[in-house]
């Protein structure tokens, strides 16, 4: 069954960002990895996966209904 | 840089400068400067605002050197805000200005006989310390446009603003950047009125004919410049995303953390983040024809600064930080950029510290002083506070006795200084560092957000107890050491990740100073620091009583997360047991 996420990209990744991010199609199972290659997203540019707000990492499976974040190195003060 | 200038503003006739050695005080810089004087000198139960007080500005141990990143300077006293020790850091030119000068701390100390308002000018041929009242209650902005037109464009400025001669406890103590705007603040802990009471409006230095301060192994140390700066470069934080987005790229990231505080630490989400982030901010400077890459001083590779532009082009402000773009933004509801950029021009130009003031105005919006989310309102309060009105003056005296007036029970403060940008029920580590830190609430002193949310220098969860106080305690230590030494802190990002870019920092220090310099170095010097700080602390009264968060950090849970701060009383006891 179709399932939808919402999808963020930040900063440098911000161009891969789909247009329908605010309800984004996914299987149920389907993992943050499939996610990025599916957004064509080089992997090495990923630094940091929220879900809910929660850390997360490329296996953490989605079964829709999320909030996924994806930055790429990001650090202030 | 082995002398002491000392200016003493109290004796009769008229205030008298006077040069001494270094003495006692050799091989200090920055933080350990300034604390060791305020701890040594100062009576820690003198009045912040008295004779007995005095004000310490001292450049880190390789300012004024080629090393790249070493422009912080450091401000001390005893703070009218906290009544404890303060370290206040700031960018801009007067730490190199300074150490070029050769003065490894200039002390303002004295009180002076009636409000007669001075500037004092520094340079190669001595000090003059000039009676002026035509400078006051002039903003920073027209103070120092009528400086350049006495001293030329060639020098550094120190100032303050209205709030600083107001005596203000949130007021600043300014420093020019290279383009000789004051938009670089010690802003912590109100220095800029220890400075007011001391009646000084500006220093002007002037470092013509002064020499670049040169390491005592030229070879070396030219080398493992070479080698830190590659290791800025390289790093991803401080090679691209802070010269491309500025400290604001914080502001989506703690915003999906759950971390951001908004309407006065009601929330750590906040539905504006997007209009107010760093990616809208960078789009935004760069449509109005402003600069998004740009030093705070000269020396600088990271450049995180930059140009922000009023919709006509004109300069409004630098590009303001995230801690302005949280505590005049999502802390007061506010997600209008253009707002947000104005009160930190007003900031900077009535010398206030932007966290104590967005903190402070959040206190007051949740008092019923204005609306969350009304950028006009804001600005208006902040206005009071520049005229000095009745409001003004409260407002400025920060968010502890803001909400004393208006009788707010939920009001962000540690030892009386207001908590900055990071939520400490969502960021436990950073709550460890605001509870325990010499200064007050102070996100700088021991930054955990960078383990907690990321994912720089490990990774600790930030949503639980466990691993924090560690954490708190190893980078407060490192933190004092950093600041000792005139580099901005950001090079931490490279130094934690980069075992290369850590030793090639040692290695500039001992090729420099002649003396060796290990990673026990580093800690012993950071340890030293905080004890000179404790030791202070304690003689003025603190106890573990004021190393705690306000209860309603406790009690509230936070959404999204809907959790509480966890560290036990007892942990917090722990950090500076070692």
Redesign the interface.
């Known amino acids: 069954m179709q399932k939808y996420i919402s999808i963020?990209l930040?900063?440098?990744l911000?161009r891969y960002t789909p247009d329908t991010a605010d309800s984004y199609p996914v299987r149920p199972g389907t993992t943050v990895r499939d996610l990025i290659d599916q957004l064509g997203v080089p992997l090495t540019e990923v630094?940091?996966i929220?879900i809910?707000?929660?850390?997360g990492d490329i296996a953490s499976a989605l079964n829709g209904g999320e909030r996924v974040?994806i930055?790429?190195?990001?650090?202030?003060? | 840089m082995d002398k002491i200038l000392r200016i003493n503003m109290g004796p009769e006739g008229a205030p008298k400068a006077s040069e001494e050695p270094i003495g006692q005080y050799a091989g200090l810089g920055g933080r350990g400067m300034t604390s060791a004087i305020v701890a040594k000198e100062v009576p820690p139960l003198c009045h912040p605002l008295g004779k007995e007080n005095k004000l310490v500005i001292a450049p880190g141990i390789l300012s004024g050197s080629q090393a790249a990143q070493s422009g912080r300077v450091s401000v001390g006293c005893k703070s009218p805000l906290t009544g404890g020790i303060k370290e206040a850091n700031s960018g801009g030119q007067g730490a190199q200005v300074i150490a070029r000068l050769g003065y490894a701390a200039i002390v303002l100390e004295g009180k002076p006989a009636d409000d007669t308002l001075y500037k004092v000018v520094i340079n190669k041929e001595g000090v003059d310390i000039i009676a002026d009242n035509s400078l006051k209650m002039l903003g920073n902005y027209a103070l120092i446009d009528k400086m350049k037109v006495e001293y030329g464009e060639d020098v550094a400025f120190v100032s303050i603003g209205q709030a600083g001669e107001m005596k203000m406890s949130a007021a600043s103590v300014a420093f020019t950047d290279p383009e000789l705007r004051p938009t670089r603040h010690a802003g912590r802990g109100g220095v800029g009125a220890v400075m007011g009471a001391k009646g000084v409006k500006v220093i002007v230095l002037d470092d013509a004919g002064m020499p670049t301060r040169s390491p005592k192994d030229v070879e070396k140390f030219k080398e493992a410049n070479k080698a830190f700066v590659q290791g800025l470069r390289k790093h991803p934080i401080t090679g691209e995303g802070l010269p491309s987005f500025g400290t604001n790229i914080l502001t989506n990231v703690i915003n999906e953390a759950g971390a951001l505080p908004t309407n006065n630490f009601q929330s750590g989400r906040f539905d504006g983040a997007g209009s107010i982030s760093g990616e809208t901010q960078s789009d935004t400077m760069k449509a109005r024809g402003g600069k998004v890459k740009k030093g705070c001083h000269r020396g600088c590779v990271i450049q995180c600064s930059g140009i922000y532009n009023n919709k006509d082009g004109s300069f409004l402000t630098k590009r303001v930080e995230y801690e302005t773009v949280w505590s005049h933004g999502s802390n007061c509801g506010i997600d209008d950029l253009d707002a947000i950029s104005m009160m930190d021009r007003l900031d900077d130009d009535f010398g206030l510290d932007t966290i104590e003031m967005g903190a402070t105005i959040g206190v007051a919006m949740e008092a019923g002083l204005a609306k969350f989310g009304d950028g006009e309102a804001a600005i208006n309060l902040l206005k009071e506070v520049g005229k000095g009105t009745p409001l003004g003056r409260i407002l400025g005296a920060g968010a502890a006795v803001t909400g004393q007036a208006f009788g707010v029970e939920r009001v962000p403060v540690v030892k009386g200084q207001a908590l900055p940008a990071y939520d400490p029920r969502a960021v436990q580590g950073i709550g460890v560092t605001y509870a325990t830190s010499t200064m007050g609430a102070d996100h700088t002193a021991g930054y955990a957000v960078t383990a907690n949310v990321l994912g720089v220098g490990g990774s600790v969860d930030p949503l639980k107890s466990e691993g924090q106080v560690e954490l708190s305690r190893n980078l407060q230590i490192a933190t004092a050491a950093i600041d000792a030494t005139g580099f901005c802190l950001f090079i931490a990002f490279a130094i934690l990740d980069q075992p290369d870019t850590f030793n090639a920092m040692l290695d500039m220090l001992s090729a420099f100073t002649g003396e060796p310099c290990t990673a026990d170095d580093v800690v012993a010097l950071g340890k030293k620091i905080l004890d000179y700080e404790r030791d202070f602390n304690a003689r003025a009264g603190f106890t573990s009583k004021q190393d705690r968060l306000p209860e309603f950090f406790k009690k509230e849970p936070l959404p999204p997360h809907n959790t509480t701060f966890s560290v036990k009383d007892e942990e917090l006891d722990q950090v500076f047991n070692w």
């Open positions: 963020r930040f900063a440098t911000n630094k940091l929220f809910d707000g929660v850390k974040g930055f790429p190195p990001v650090g202030g003060g």
